[in-house]
Structure formats: C-alpha cells, structure tokens
C-alpha cells in the first residue's frame, strides 16, 4: 500500500509559479516511479509529468515542457512540480500518482498508476 498527499495548490495570476509538493507513505519511495496528472472541469485525466525512481530520468506532456519540472527528494519521501510561467489553461486538480509496476519513462496513461492522491486544486486567473 502507498498513501500520497498533495499539497500546494492555491490560486495565481497568469504568469506566476506555483510548487505542488507529493508525500508519500507505505512502500519504499526509491521502490516506484512518480507521475503528476491534471483534470479540468468537464476533461478526462490529463498526464503531465513523471519521473523515475531514481530522478534522473524525466518525462513531459508537450503543453508543460519548458515550463514545469518534476523532481523528486527520496530521502524525504516526496516528489515535487515546480510550475513556472502559469497560464489560465493549466487551470485543474492537480493529482501525484505512483507507479509500481515499472520504471519505464512514457507511461502516461491514468491506468497505469497503481496510487492516486487526493489531488490539489489549482487556479489561474487571466
């Protein structure tokens, strides 16, 4: 079992920066690979980064890249998305997941996380 809390969601003006931090509990953390998903209003599940179990491997939807950044703390149990240059359009529940089944990079499909967080909202105003 793996429990993951989000947290640093709020509400920002476009352009702004926001960093949503992931905690993780149960397994070993070094054990499974992270991912950060996103669901606006009315929108399936949207993949947006991930990050393998070590953190030197990272991978990125088109919309995010050159704007967010994955990383991750092992020894702190937590994965983290810096998001950088917000624009109204990032505007969703921000969701950590983790993925125990493999290490791969583009894993970017919804089922093939095994354990969601309760995601964090966030909110960009134009």
């Known amino acids: 079992q793996v429990q993951l809390v989000e947290s640093g969601g709020g509400m920002v003006q476009a352009g702004g920066s926001l960093r949503l931090s992931c905690a993780a509990s149960?397994?070993?953390?070094?054990?499974?690979?992270m991912g950060w998903f996103r669901q606006a209003p009315g929108k399936y599940r949207e993949f947006v980064a991930r990050?393998?179990?070590?953190?030197?491997?990272?991978y990125y939807a088109d919309s995010v890249k050159g704007r967010f950044t994955i990383s991750r703390q092992n020894a702190r149990n937590t994965v983290y998305l810096q998001m950088n240059s917000l624009k109204p359009e990032d505007t969703a529940v921000y969701y950590c997941?983790?993925?125990?089944?493999?290490?791969?990079?583009?894993?970017?499909?919804?089922?093939?996380?095994?354990?969601w967080g309760q995601g964090t909202q966030v909110t960009v105003s134009s």
């Open positions: 997941a983790a993925d125990l089944q493999t290490d791969a990079s583009a894993r970017t499909f919804p089922s093939a996380y095994d354990y």
């Open positions: 149960g397994r070993t953390f070094s054990s499974y690979a």
């Open positions: 990050i393998n179990r070590s953190g030197s491997v990272t």
